[in-house]
């Protein structure tokens, strides 16, 4: 599976993006897809999945501005963000797994569990 990310840019406090996640190749095994972020000098964290049951999780932090979405005809996941503040700038990584995890709900957001990473699309939130 191929990962390409893109919507990135840069845009002022309490504004909105949109990242889009393309996904080629092995498609039709993706169990997961979703976004993490790495802030300069932060570990990468995980912002929120989408699984193939129907299943979403958000980070506390995006809860309530970011919405995942995913367009399965197109193999393409998005995030809106709304409401951006200076503390959401960071890389943006698409990330995917096919396999199962039955502990989804509790450890979606570890990096260690996605076998499939995007380029990343930086998002800059300037104050």
């Known amino acids: 599976v191929q990962l390409q990310a893109s919507g990135g840019g840069l845009v002022q406090t309490g504004g909105s993006l949109e990242l889009s996640c393309t996904a080629s190749?092995?498609?039709?095994?993706?169990?997961?897809i979703g976004w993490f972020r790495q802030a300069p000098g932060k570990e990468r964290e995980g912002v929120c999945i989408?699984?193939?049951?129907?299943?979403?999780y958000y980070a506390d932090s995006v809860k309530g501005r970011f919405t995942i979405s995913r367009d399965n005809d197109r193999n393409t996941v998005y995030l809106q963000m709304n409401r951006l503040k200076p503390e959401d700038t960071a890389i943006y990584y698409c990330a995917a797994s096919n396999t199962y995890n039955y502990w989804l709900s509790r450890t979606w957001y570890r990096a260690a569990k996605y076998d499939y990473w995007g380029q990343g699309t930086l998002v800059t939130v300037s104050s």
């Open positions: 190749g092995s498609t039709k095994d993706v169990y997961v």
């Open positions: 989408s699984s193939s049951g129907g299943s979403a």
